[in-house]
């Protein structure tokens, strides 16, 4: 946790029709804006929603998080309804809209052009947005309110996993170390979630009985691969962070064989996850 001092904050979360599987609306104390989590099967239940109607800043994800889309919109649900037929790759949409309908279509331009450049530098979610939209003009009275809003923004994605702002280089984040002969990977911990970090070189081989065992993972990691910067003949560099459940999923991606993360994943002095985190860093 960083030195700034965190205070409690209450979420709330409805579930529309009383399934887990259908829309989520989500509300976070003392935030101007809520959100709206729809599963892409789902995009009828929220035609009558009038929340929907008014400006908004969305964001298309898709299960693994290997890609996000960012985008703003006057009326979200005639745009999702556009993204329905136009972008593949997707299989939830997430809106922001004001509590109060006070956010403006300025407004929601000028989060859409915050929020593609941070998750552009964060690097913790491939972004298909090409560029950064124009950063519109804003009275400079509301720039801080709509920061301020985008922080929320962040902190809910990152409650439902998909952590799109944060900052992969976070210096309050304990780094842990896997290396091998041709693997040199960093991971931390981050909201529930093992994230192999951006910049981490990864050996391409793999052990044969490993692909047979887990095959899923095996053609997960050959896909993920294929986008790294190609470093030699035996190794790529992400570019991109990459989450997991466990340090040993992770561990397994970056060498391409099982693992005990217990003894696999390293402090900077050396020491394994299991003298840090089990034995309290006895020596």
């Known amino acids: 946790m960083s030195e700034k001092t965190m205070k409690s904050r209450l979420f709330q979360t409805y579930l529309l029709d009383g399934s887990l599987d259908g829309v989520k609306i989500i509300e976070l104390s003392e935030s ?8 892409r099967l789902k995009l009828a239940d929220i035609k009558d929603r009038p929340e929907l109607t008014h400006p908004a800043l969305y964001v298309l994800v898709n299960a693994d998080s290997s890609n996000a889309y960012i ?4 009326n ?7 993204h329905d037929q136009s972008k593949e790759f997707w299989d939830t949409a997430i809106a922001f809209v004001s509590t109060t309908n006070t956010l403006a279509k300025g407004d929601v331009k000028f989060l859409e052009s915050l929020a593609v450049g941070r998750a552009t530098k964060a690097k913790t979610i491939p972004v298909l947005n090409k560029v950064a939209p124009a950063r519109n003009t804003i009275h400079e009275f509301q720039v801080d309110r709509l920061e301020q809003i985008l922080e929320d ?3 809910i994605l990152a409650s439902l996993g998909f952590d799109l702002f944060a900052i992969a280089s976070s210096t309050t984040d304990q780094i842990w170390y896997c290396r091998t002969k041709k693997t040199t990977a960093q991971a931390v911990f981050r909201n529930g979630k093992f994230i192999l970090l951006a910049g981490s070189v990864i050996d391409i081989g793999h052990a044969p009985s490993w692909a047979r065992n887990f095959p899923e993972d095996f053609v997960k990691r050959q896909h993920q691969l294929e986008s790294a910067e190609r470093v030699d003949h035996d190794a790529v560099r992400l570019k991109f962070d990459l989450q997991f459940r466990s340090p040993n999923q992770a561990a397994s991606f970056a060498t391409g064989r099982s ?5 696999t994943w390293k402090d900077a002095d050396g020491r394994t996850m299991d003298e840090v985190m089990r034995k309290g860093g006895e020596q």
């Open 259 to 263: 693992n005990n993360a217990w003894i």
């Open 153 to 155: 923004i962040g902190m």
């Open 76 to 82: 979200f649900y005639h745009r999702i309804r556009t």
């Open 32 to 39: 101007s804006v809520k959100a709206f989590v729809v599963p």
């Open 71 to 74: 985008g703003e919109c006057e």
